[in-house]
């Protein structure tokens, strides 16, 4: 439970509720649950932020935000919107992540846990010795899925509202169902079995686990994808562009465009599989791990056997050894590997922001845009310094998350309740970071003059094949020969090829030393560019979480 959660119920302006295409039923999906999501609305609040004072409601988003009661003292009294939220994702950002929000808002979880409880009650229906639940007719089943499927903004208000009384928020699931279904002729004969023999969390985890494995699904992963591809056109389309390489911020051997960007995209694949691999794991065995209630009320039932069918049923994997919660650890690896994937797109956010610099890109620019607001030439980066930094927030918070969650004291305290209440955050912050990259990438244009220029400065990198060829053939001191030749020296066209003349090499050999030059000394690489996509499994086989 989380103290202190519950807003105003009174007051909704129904013209905040926007339309979302996330919020349609899905096709694709494997996992029955998933194809449930029929929300009536995009829930707001992906923060766990509370941007407004005591007694205020959600207000519309419009372009002339009312700000009120603004005292002398400065105690105000805000309504909630995109100018007084706390969190940037519920205000400046929203547009850009309103896809998390069925999912990772207070919204979400409510709903995901009215999913568990009911299909909780209709498992118990399903198990022969417990006589007090029989079997529920066709049109009982019906019902009960028209609250999940139907599950409303209103329905979500009148769960906080209960939630005001109770001050315990999955209780007040509890109670709003038992409303619900208290003028059912069949189901108001067993509302006591609505949250029979579970503790909060048991109902908390196995919500969270299906928050984040829909919003992985539907959102993340699809960016995700979306960003790896972005980054293999560029690798394939750019594959035979030489560039110059730099290492200690040197010159250094040539390489090609296309076949830094393949490096970014293989890597990126390969963490994003990893995602794909972990288990979201769930456990409901009660107060403590040992389904003591479930057994003082039904001894004869091996209660083991139907948590564990009880949660495969949600598409997700069993965990039996457990105490109160489900103890986090696939949460850790999974935000671990997010964290992961984050930091390689930091290293490609700064590694363009530097080709940037260099000149090696252009960027395409808009009509009515400012660069700044005092030089008017500034054609800024911006893009891939938005990436970088909500990389940086959203890193900030799953790092916080992996190395929390899994410590709890003993059976278990209430650290991780708050905690996990920012998993929107994290996740929120990598997904603007994803879109700010893609939205980079697709202004940038490539100036091969540029690239041209630095290699025709730069006859010096040819040292390395030179002293490589004299010693396939013998030639005594290759290396010492290269270092005295160039190092902190001029070197041109002429002076190489005046040396290439001197040496005691074959003929054929000589000649192709002499018409290497640093635009065509790229070996490799132009062929690793070309044949990125076929090292990339994703882009032919998509996968989701398990």
Not at 97 to 112: C, D
């Amino acid at each position: 439970m989380e103290l202190g959660t519950s807003f105003s119920a009174s007051g909704v302006n129904k013209k905040m509720l926007l339309s979302n295409p996330i919020t349609q039923k899905s096709n694709v999906l494997p996992n029955s649950w998933l194809n449930q999501l029929n929300f009536s609305f995009p829930a707001r609040k992906i923060c766990s932020c509370r941007g407004i004072a005591k007694g205020s409601t959600i207000s519309s988003l419009k372009t002339q935000e009312k700000v009120t009661g603004m005292s002398s003292n400065h105690s105000q009294d805000l309504e909630l919107s995109s100018l007084t939220a706390l969190c940037p994702l519920d205000g400046r950002y929203w547009g850009k992540v309103k896809e998390l929000a069925p999912f990772m808002s207070e919204y979400g979880l409510i709903r995901f846990r009215i999913l568990v409880e009911i299909k909780w009650l209709i498992k118990m229906s399903q198990i022969p010795q417990i006589v007090e639940v029989p079997s529920f007719s066709e049109e009982a089943q019906t019902f009960l899925h028209d609250l999940i499927d139907g599950f409303s903004m209103n329905d979500a208000l009148e769960v906080k509202k209960i939630e005001r009384v109770t001050n315990h928020d999955v209780k007040a699931v509890e109670y709003f169902l038992k409303q619900k279904c208290q003028s059912h002729p069949e189901i108001s004969k067993v509302l006591e079995f609505f949250h029979f023999a579970c503790t909060s969390e048991d109902i908390n985890n196995l919500a969270h686990a299906l928050m984040l494995k829909g919003a992985l699904n539907m959102v993340i992963l699809p960016v995700m994808d979306e960003l790896i591809k972005a980054i293999c056109d560029m690798a394939t389309t750019h594959s035979s562009v030489p560039m110059l390489s730099r290492t200690h911020g040197q010159p250094a051997s040539p390489t090609t465009l296309g076949k830094e960007m393949a490096i970014f995209a293989y890597r990126l694949s390969r963490e994003r599989k990893e995602i794909s691999r972990i288990e979201m794991l769930g456990k409901f065995a009660g107060a403590v791990g040992n389904y003591n209630a479930h057994v003082a009320a039904y001894p004869e039932i091996n209660w083991p056997e139907i948590a564990e069918e009880f949660v495969l049923s949600l598409g997700l994997e069993f965990n039996p050894y457990v105490p109160q919660i489900e103890t986090h650890d696939y949460m850790a690896r999974l935000f671990h590997s997010i964290v992961q994937f984050n930091n390689i797109l930091v290293d490609f956010d700064r590694d363009v922001w530097g080709y940037i610099s260099l000149g090696y890109f252009k960027q395409t620019t808009k009509a009515g845009e400012i660069g700044s607001s005092t030089m008017p030439h500034k054609v800024n980066p911006i893009d891939f310094e938005n990436s970088e930094g909500n990389l940086g927030v959203a890193n900030g918070d799953l790092s916080h998350l992996s190395t929390k969650l899994p410590i709890s004291r003993w059976q278990r305290d209430l650290t991780d309740s708050t905690v996990l209440r920012n998993m929107g955050v994290g996740l929120g912050h990598s997904l603007l970071a994803y879109r700010s990259a893609l939205q980079g990438i697709q202004k940038l244009q490539v100036n091969e003059a540029a690239l041209m220029e630095d290699l025709d400065k730069t006859w010096e990198v040819l040292a390395e094949p030179i002293q490589t060829v004299m010693r396939r053939y013998g030639v005594p001191e290759p290396y010492e020969k290269l270092k005295e030749l160039t190092r902190g020296r001029a070197v041109n066209k002429e002076s190489i090829r005046e040396f290439i003349q001197k040496l005691d090499i074959p003929a054929d050999a000589k000649t192709s030393l002499l018409n290497l030059t640093p635009h065509t000394y790229v070996g490799a690489a132009a062929e690793l560019a070309k044949n990125v996509n076929e090292a990339i499994f994703l882009l032919s086989s998509p996968y989701l979480l398990k």
